[in-house]
């Protein structure tokens, strides 16, 4: 793996973000229908404010699944039907430039155990995420096979 190799390289581009104001129900139908982990919160410039992630969403739904079983779907559906992302999200979210090398996002992720970074523009506008995932798909991608006659 190529440690000088820049982010905005190897990040997803394509990203689902969320704004404060939406409901844990729509947190609840992003990680239900994508193979995601992490979401961020934006506002209305797409400025990163936050993160909210599928273990925040495990951790509302663990706190009110001591109802009776058959009962309990009923409430944790109306709990993220009224509350909000920006009452669950983590707030202080480290963010990286597309410009930054993944070795600096390797060393983001080991020091502060977290499996996603949002990247941002110069105007601090979500562009990207880099997430583990996407640092061990570029380590263990497959080279290009050299076809150049000998």
């Keep these: 793996m190529d440690k000088g190799e820049k982010i905005e390289n190897v990040m997803t581009t394509e990203v689902i973000s969320l704004a404060p104001d939406d409901v844990m ?6 990680f239900d229908h994508y193979s995601i982990h992490h979401i961020p919160v934006v506002d209305s410039r797409r400025k990163v404010v936050g993160i909210v992630s599928r273990e925040d969403l495990f951790k509302v739904l663990h ?3 001591l109802f009776k079983a058959q009962q309990s779907e009923t409430y944790n559906n109306a709990i993220l039907r009224s509350l909000l ?3 669950v999200m983590t707030g202080q ?3 990286l430039s597309p410009k930054d090398s993944l070795q600096t996002a390797a060393d983001y992720f080991r020091e502060n155990l977290f499996h996603a970074i ?6 601090d506008r979500l562009v990207g995420i880099l997430t583990t ?3 061990i798909n ?4 497959e080279e ?3 076809t150049t006659p000998l």
């Design 144 to 146: 290009p096979v050299d």
């Design 93 to 95: 979210v480290a963010r």
């Design 85 to 87: 992302v920006g009452e």
């Design 118 to 123: 949002p990247i941002v523009d110069e105007n």
């Design 25 to 30: 129900e729509k947190v609840r139908d992003i």
């Design 138 to 141: 570029y380590a263990f991608r």
């Design 63 to 65: 706190g009110f699944s």
């Design 133 to 135: 995932y996407d640092l």
